[in-house]
Protein backbone atom coordinates (compact mmCIF):
# COMPACT_ATOMS: atom_id res chain seq x y z
CA UNK A 1 0.00 0.00 0.00
CA UNK A 2 2.94 2.48 0.79
CA UNK A 3 4.30 1.91 -2.90
CA UNK A 4 0.97 2.96 -4.63
CA UNK A 5 0.72 6.17 -2.43
CA UNK A 6 4.39 6.92 -3.36
CA UNK A 7 3.39 6.11 -7.24
CA UNK A 8 0.39 8.35 -6.67
CA UNK A 9 2.39 10.74 -5.13
CA UNK A 10 4.74 10.69 -8.06
CA UNK A 11 2.67 10.71 -10.61
CA UNK A 12 0.61 13.72 -9.31
CA UNK A 13 4.04 15.97 -9.22
CA UNK A 14 4.99 14.99 -12.19
CA UNK A 15 5.56 18.00 -14.72
CA UNK A 16 2.79 16.92 -17.52
CA UNK A 17 0.97 15.70 -14.83
CA UNK A 18 0.13 19.17 -12.87
CA UNK A 19 -0.95 21.02 -16.77
CA UNK A 20 -3.73 18.23 -17.93
CA UNK A 21 -4.82 15.87 -15.55
CA UNK A 22 -5.22 17.85 -12.20
CA UNK A 23 -8.37 16.88 -12.46
CA UNK A 24 -7.79 12.89 -12.86
CA UNK A 25 -5.27 13.99 -10.59
CA UNK A 26 -7.54 15.43 -7.53
CA UNK A 27 -9.84 12.00 -8.46
CA UNK A 28 -6.63 9.31 -7.86
CA UNK A 29 -5.63 11.20 -4.63
CA UNK A 30 -9.49 11.55 -3.30
CA UNK A 31 -10.76 8.17 -4.83
CA UNK A 32 -7.96 6.10 -4.53
CA UNK A 33 -6.09 7.21 -1.79
CA UNK A 34 -7.58 8.81 1.00
CA UNK A 35 -10.90 7.20 1.02
CA UNK A 36 -9.46 3.53 1.37
CA UNK A 37 -7.46 4.61 3.27
CA UNK A 38 -9.58 6.51 6.51
CA UNK A 39 -12.12 3.34 5.36
CA UNK A 40 -9.38 1.01 6.09
CA UNK A 41 -8.34 2.65 9.26
CA UNK A 42 -12.15 3.20 10.84
CA UNK A 43 -12.43 -0.74 10.45
CA UNK A 44 -8.96 -1.02 12.02
CA UNK A 45 -10.05 0.73 15.15
CA UNK A 46 -13.55 -0.59 15.05
CA UNK A 47 -12.38 -4.18 15.23
CA UNK A 48 -9.52 -3.57 17.54
CA UNK A 49 -12.74 -3.78 20.53
CA UNK A 50 -15.26 -6.07 21.20
CA UNK A 51 -18.35 -4.86 20.36
CA UNK A 52 -17.13 -1.92 18.28
CA UNK A 53 -15.95 -0.45 21.29
CA UNK A 54 -13.56 0.93 23.91
CA UNK A 55 -14.49 -2.08 26.96
CA UNK A 56 -13.31 -1.89 30.39
CA UNK A 57 -9.88 -2.18 31.52
CA UNK A 58 -8.50 -5.91 32.27
CA UNK A 59 -8.07 -6.88 35.69
CA UNK A 60 -6.72 -9.73 36.98
CA UNK A 61 -4.24 -12.48 35.26
CA UNK A 62 -5.76 -14.22 32.49
CA UNK A 63 -7.99 -17.14 32.67
CA UNK A 64 -7.90 -20.97 30.86
CA UNK A 65 -10.24 -22.24 29.84
CA UNK A 66 -10.44 -26.04 27.78
CA UNK A 67 -12.83 -26.13 24.53
CA UNK A 68 -13.40 -29.25 23.60
CA UNK A 69 -15.84 -30.08 20.34
CA UNK A 70 -17.71 -33.02 19.69
CA UNK A 71 -20.21 -33.82 17.18
CA UNK A 72 -22.61 -32.06 17.89
CA UNK A 73 -21.52 -30.35 21.27
CA UNK A 74 -18.69 -28.56 22.97
CA UNK A 75 -17.20 -29.35 26.15
CA UNK A 76 -16.18 -26.68 28.39
CA UNK A 77 -13.42 -26.82 31.78
CA UNK A 78 -11.96 -24.69 33.85
CA UNK A 79 -8.79 -26.18 35.04
CA UNK A 80 -7.87 -22.73 36.43
CA UNK A 81 -10.46 -23.06 39.27
CA UNK A 82 -8.86 -24.66 41.10
CA UNK A 83 -9.01 -28.29 41.90
CA UNK A 84 -12.66 -28.97 42.83
CA UNK A 85 -13.48 -28.18 39.10
CA UNK A 86 -10.45 -29.09 37.72
CA UNK A 87 -9.08 -32.40 36.03
CA UNK A 88 -10.73 -35.31 33.63
CA UNK A 89 -13.79 -36.58 35.80
CA UNK A 90 -14.44 -32.65 37.05
CA UNK A 91 -17.99 -31.55 36.41
CA UNK A 92 -18.04 -29.45 32.98
CA UNK A 93 -20.42 -27.30 31.11
CA UNK A 94 -21.75 -28.25 27.67
CA UNK A 95 -22.34 -25.31 25.25
CA UNK A 96 -21.93 -23.00 27.47
CA UNK A 97 -18.55 -21.24 29.33
CA UNK A 98 -19.13 -19.10 32.03
CA UNK A 99 -16.38 -16.30 32.18
CA UNK A 100 -15.38 -12.75 34.38
CA UNK A 101 -15.86 -9.39 32.96
CA UNK A 102 -13.11 -7.48 32.41
CA UNK A 103 -10.83 -10.42 32.80
CA UNK A 104 -8.63 -11.92 29.36
CA UNK A 105 -9.49 -15.48 28.59
CA UNK A 106 -7.40 -17.85 26.94
CA UNK A 107 -9.32 -20.51 25.46
CA UNK A 108 -7.99 -23.68 24.67
CA UNK A 109 -9.68 -25.33 21.61
CA UNK A 110 -9.51 -29.06 20.74
CA UNK A 111 -11.66 -31.23 18.55
CA UNK A 112 -12.83 -34.96 19.24
CA UNK A 113 -13.73 -35.88 15.41
CA UNK A 114 -13.80 -33.16 12.72
CA UNK A 115 -12.70 -29.70 12.22
CA UNK A 116 -14.92 -27.15 14.30
CA UNK A 117 -14.63 -23.37 14.13
CA UNK A 118 -15.59 -21.77 17.60
CA UNK A 119 -16.73 -18.38 16.86
CA UNK A 120 -18.89 -15.81 19.49
CA UNK A 121 -18.50 -12.77 17.42
CA UNK A 122 -19.40 -10.00 19.76
CA UNK A 123 -16.14 -10.91 22.09
CA UNK A 124 -13.75 -11.75 19.72
CA UNK A 125 -12.22 -13.77 17.15
CA UNK A 126 -13.21 -17.27 15.41
CA UNK A 127 -10.64 -20.10 15.95
CA UNK A 128 -10.59 -23.65 14.44
CA UNK A 129 -10.48 -26.53 16.48
CA UNK A 130 -8.79 -29.24 15.14
CA UNK A 131 -8.58 -33.14 15.74
CA UNK A 132 -5.15 -33.87 17.47
CA UNK A 133 -4.11 -29.97 18.22
CA UNK A 134 -4.43 -27.27 20.46
CA UNK A 135 -5.62 -23.57 19.34
CA UNK A 136 -5.85 -20.72 20.91
CA UNK A 137 -7.61 -17.93 21.36
CA UNK A 138 -8.02 -15.06 23.95
CA UNK A 139 -11.66 -13.09 24.50
CA UNK A 140 -12.75 -10.62 27.11
CA UNK A 141 -16.45 -9.09 28.01
CA UNK A 142 -16.37 -5.53 28.58
CA UNK A 143 -19.76 -6.12 30.48
CA UNK A 144 -22.22 -8.86 31.73
CA UNK A 145 -24.74 -10.92 29.61
CA UNK A 146 -25.37 -13.67 27.26
CA UNK A 147 -23.25 -14.02 24.26
CA UNK A 148 -24.37 -16.23 21.54
CA UNK A 149 -21.63 -18.35 19.77
CA UNK A 150 -21.67 -20.95 16.64
CA UNK A 151 -19.52 -22.98 15.18
CA UNK A 152 -18.90 -21.35 12.02
CA UNK A 153 -17.24 -24.69 10.39
CA UNK A 154 -19.53 -27.09 8.63
CA UNK A 155 -18.68 -30.35 10.83
CA UNK A 156 -21.80 -33.10 9.64
CA UNK A 157 -25.62 -33.19 9.21
CA UNK A 158 -26.08 -31.41 12.71
CA UNK A 159 -23.78 -28.86 12.29
CA UNK A 160 -26.92 -26.14 13.18
CA UNK A 161 -26.82 -27.56 16.71
CA UNK A 162 -23.02 -26.19 17.71
CA UNK A 163 -24.56 -22.98 19.06
CA UNK A 164 -22.82 -22.24 22.72
CA UNK A 165 -23.51 -19.31 25.07
CA UNK A 166 -20.60 -17.12 27.03
CA UNK A 167 -21.95 -16.17 30.03
CA UNK A 168 -20.26 -13.41 31.29
CA UNK A 169 -20.56 -12.54 35.25
CA UNK A 170 -19.71 -9.12 37.30
CA UNK A 171 -18.97 -10.28 40.63
CA UNK A 172 -17.08 -13.14 42.33
CA UNK A 173 -19.66 -15.48 42.10
CA UNK A 174 -18.56 -15.67 37.86
CA UNK A 175 -18.06 -19.37 37.89
CA UNK A 176 -21.64 -20.77 37.79
CA UNK A 177 -21.46 -25.02 37.35
CA UNK A 178 -23.78 -27.66 36.12
CA UNK A 179 -26.86 -27.76 37.01
CA UNK A 180 -27.49 -30.77 39.85
CA UNK A 181 -30.71 -31.89 37.72
CA UNK A 182 -28.31 -32.89 34.78
CA UNK A 183 -26.49 -35.64 37.14
CA UNK A 184 -23.50 -34.98 35.34
CA UNK A 185 -24.82 -36.22 32.03
CA UNK A 186 -23.41 -34.72 28.95
CA UNK A 187 -25.87 -36.32 26.80
CA UNK A 188 -29.12 -34.97 28.98
CA UNK A 189 -27.32 -31.46 29.79
CA UNK A 190 -26.94 -31.74 25.42
CA UNK A 191 -30.54 -32.44 25.24
CA UNK A 192 -31.50 -29.47 27.73
CA UNK A 193 -29.58 -26.87 25.80
CA UNK A 194 -30.23 -28.30 22.15
CA UNK A 195 -32.76 -25.50 20.27
Known sequence: MLLMVLLAVWASLRPAAR???????ALLW???VIFPLSVLIALLVYGHYPDG??????HGPPFRVQVHAHQWWWEVRYPDAGPVASGKDAPYD????HIPVNRPI???LTSEDVI???WAPRLGGKMDAIPGRVNRLE???SEPGVYLGVCAEFCGAQHAH???RVVAHDGPAWLARQRPEDGGDPARVAERDRP
Open 162 to 164: MAF
Open 94 to 97: VNEL
Open 30 to 32: GGG
Open 116 to 118: HSF
Open 53 to 58: KAGGAA
Open 139 to 141: LMA
Open 106 to 108: HVE
Open 19 to 25: SSRGSRA
